[in-house]
């Protein structure tokens, strides 16, 4: 499976954005789909994911209630709603799709990655 994210830019504490992030090749096997973010001199951090058909969403705390996973099947495309963004939500924001229904918080569950796209929140 290939993953492209786009949709990061600068923003500024309060607003929103909305990710997006494409897949193309095996998207069938797709068990889960999920977002992951690193910012600079951090490691790479569980964000949200959703499961099998997608009526499974999970969040990490610090996004719950800000941050909405969905997903278009029609376009094999993956989306990330960001509210009430913080200057912490700075990072480099990951897409990630795993086959099997593991450990869906860390990174080594998935087994196809997106490049990345860069989110800033200025305070």
């Known amino acids: 499976v290939q993953l492209v994210e786009s949709g990061g830019e600068l923003v500024q504490a309060g607003g929103s954005l909305r990710l997006s992030c494409a897949a193309s090749?095996?998207?069938?096997?797709?068990?889960?789909m999920a977002w992951f973010r690193q910012a600079p001199g951090k490691e790479r951090v569980f964000v949200a994911a959703?499961?099998?058909?997608?009526?499974?969403?999970d969040y990490a705390d610090p996004v719950k209630g800000r941050f909405t996973i969905s997903r278009d099947n029609t376009k094999n495309t993956q989306y990330l709603q960001m509210n009430s963004l913080k200057p912490e939500d700075t990072a480099v924001y990951f897409c990630?799709?795993?086959?099997?229904?593991?450990?869906?918080?860390?990174?080594?569950?998935?087994?196809?990655w997106g490049q990345g796209t860069l989110v800033t929140v200025s305070s």
């Open positions: 990630a799709a795993g086959y099997y229904d593991t450990d869906y918080v860390r990174p080594e569950s998935y087994e196809s």
């Open positions: 090749g095996r998207t069938r096997s797709i068990y889960a």
């Open positions: 959703m499961r099998g058909s997608g009526a499974r969403k």
